[in-house]
């Protein structure tokens, strides 16, 4: 089956959630917005006859199904292409950590537009450099040091122990993420989490992901995304 | 089964969503934090031996099983007390709904703690206004009105058509925490969802939760919630 990703064409997002997921299963896609120059998200969106609209990209188009929420899709591919456990409790425990992931990213986005999505940075600079010092300060301690906590407990090198899943790619990506937009403060803070980092590299080098990164459907880190570097909030 | 539910003691916050499933299913369950006089949360989660340590509350324990992800908790005890469908397709369907009510629930709460947990709401109140102004302006309108539409494409009276699933107490809760911190805005914004309002009473007049909601189980809302009633963000 060809499965197409219905995600804005200019931002890695959370779409790059799924894409990293489909890279390594070696699904075959489509990433309908860039291929077709511009992004029909909203008009699928709006479609007056599908039974189960999405509220919001990303959105995944499986045969006639249209299925949204990132670790929503994640945990529909992961069951299908072996990158989560079969049996349900670990299947659900994936998810559980992938739900984590998702908090994270909301906080990760909200550094720099803490007061609202409708100001641009330069109007909440001073909200934004008071939320970036507590999310270094007690969140991404947190949440880092939770992941570094199941690494540990997994023997890892992956948060399972040895066999990869969906939730390893978006960690991967956390950390990717967390370089572009904070690189002196991560590079600080990697050293309290050395599996963090060594899980990053282990999967940076698969070879599918490998291919994908260095590839143009690799979307680059920008100023429009969830990440966004300001010299001023790196500290 | 004897479920435990381990949340905090003096809120409804996210544990709300997990105790209407239980009071709905009429599961035999336990609220730890409650029962004690002191929650043991923090100990169960920094428990050493636990293999899958849960991030953060609410946390179901299920015999030997710990869940956490309030929509985790959710999809597993729905599945197993009747509150989704069978189908893989519907009852991911639903639990895309309730992944879009946790979106929600972020965005709710940060209208009064947008800057920051770790500042009062009296020390972030401008920003606090702005934050609400755009929720209410579009936001609620894109949650709300997703949901309204929703319920026009089911039939209604529920989400997904004739019968309850756990994301229909889930969206009676979110009308009863905005009525809670928003109640003028609320009044007025109600007249554009009559179906989600509908919803609503049907919700609240099933007799496991108008029972839950005239006992003492039932927490009251309070200034320490998702839901915080201040005038100033009423408008």
Redesign the interface.
């Known amino acids: 089956m060809r499965y197409e990703l219905y995600y804005w064409p200019t931002v890695q997002g959370r779409g790059e959630f799924v894409r990293l997921a489909l890279e390594e299963a070696g699904a075959d896609y489509i990433d309908v917005g860039r291929r077709r120059g511009r992004a029909p998200i909203e008009a699928l969106i709006a479609r007056k006859r599908e039974?189960?609209?999405?509220?919001a990209p990303p959105v995944l188009k499986a045969g006639r199904?249209l299925?949204?929420?990132t670790?929503?899709i994640l945990?529909?591919l992961g069951a299908r292409h072996g990158l989560t456990p079969k049996d349900e409790?670990n299947r659900?425990?994936v998810?559980?950590l992938q739900?984590?992931i998702?908090?994270l990213v909301?906080e990760i986005h909200?550094t720099h537009h803490?007061?609202?999505?409708?100001?641009y940075y330069e109007e909440?600079k001073p909200?934004a450099k008071?939320?970036t010092a507590?999310f270094w300060k007690?969140r991404v301690p947190k949440?880092l040091g939770?992941f570094e906590?199941?690494l540990t407990?997994s023997g890892g090198p992956y948060l399972l122990g040895r066999r990869l899943c969906y939730v390893d790619l978006s960690l991967f990506q956390i950390v990717e993420g967390l370089r572009y937009g904070f690189p002196k403060r991560m590079k600080r803070y990697e050293k309290k989490v050395p599996r963090v980092v060594a899980l990053h590299e282990r999967v940076a080098k698969r070879p599918r992901i490998a291919a994908y990164l260095a590839s143009d459907r690799r979307i680059p880190f920008s100023q429009w995304g969830i990440y966004r570097y300001f010299k001023e909030l790196d500290g």
Chains 1, 2 share one sequence.
């Open positions: 039974k189960h609209p999405p509220f199904r299925i949204a929420q670790a929503n945990l529909y409790v659900m425990w998810h559980q739900l984590t998702t908090d909301v909200d803490p007061v609202t999505s409708w100001l909440q909200a008071r939320r507590d007690y949440f939770y906590r199941i407990l």
